[in-house]
């Protein structure tokens, strides 16, 4: 099965046409509008800084439901304790920054490009990407960001430089969507760390029926 090579032209091949890994499609660029036509279409982006953008549809999906989220009764404390703050969308760029720079384990260098920023910090400005921090001491020291879409939010990276600071993060963020309606999470693909907050694999096509449900 090919990868389908894109142009200046604003399209995605089926989502089912990507080969095992959920590689779907190469090339094209990162505009707002192709970037919502993935998000829209079950896609999403994720390239080293070297490489022309590789466009992505993986099946079984890693998502999470607000409902299913766990947190640990050690969690529920740090939470209770204000240990930290929780602001939302006052320091994007600095959150896509911290993302970016944080050292990954098994992985060199960032996919979160200067061109990578740039696309998303338009699309903050849009009123499409927003971001969820945790903050100590007036310091910024955890974080994550993604696209929120109707009632889904697509998670796209997260950070920490403080212990938990992270996990305190996304389990207020999940809370706060909860309360504004929306219904799903999408997590793109495994790590251990958001499976122990109640993350799960769903089949793509499961995935595909809630877009167009949640979105519209």
Known sequence: MPVYLLDESLWFPPVEEALPDGLLAAGGDLSVERLL?????????????????????????????????????????IIK????????????????????????????????????????????????????EAWSEGRLVGGLYGIKLG?????????STKSNASKFVFITWVGRLKERGVRLIDCQVHTQHLESLGARMISRESFMKMLREYIS
Not at 85 to 96: C, K, W
Not at 107 to 131: C, K
């Open 81 to 132: 304790s204000e240990a930290f703050e929780f602001r939302s969308d006052t320091a994007f760029e600095e959150v896509i920054a911290n993302c970016a720079a944080i050292p990954r384990k098994g992985m060199d260098g960032t996919w979160i490009s200067g061109d990578v920023m740039n696309a998303y910090i338009e699309l903050h400005r849009l009123g499409y990407a927003h971001s969820a």
């Open 37 to 77: 036509l993935a998000y829209h279409g079950g896609i999403f982006p994720w390239f080293n800084e070297d490489e022309i953008p590789l466009w992505w549809s993986p099946d079984p999906r890693f998502v999470l439901f607000p409902d299913e989220l766990k947190v640990s009764k050690s969690m529920q404390q």
């Open 151 to 159: 009632n889904i939010f697509f998670g796209e990276s997260m950070f």
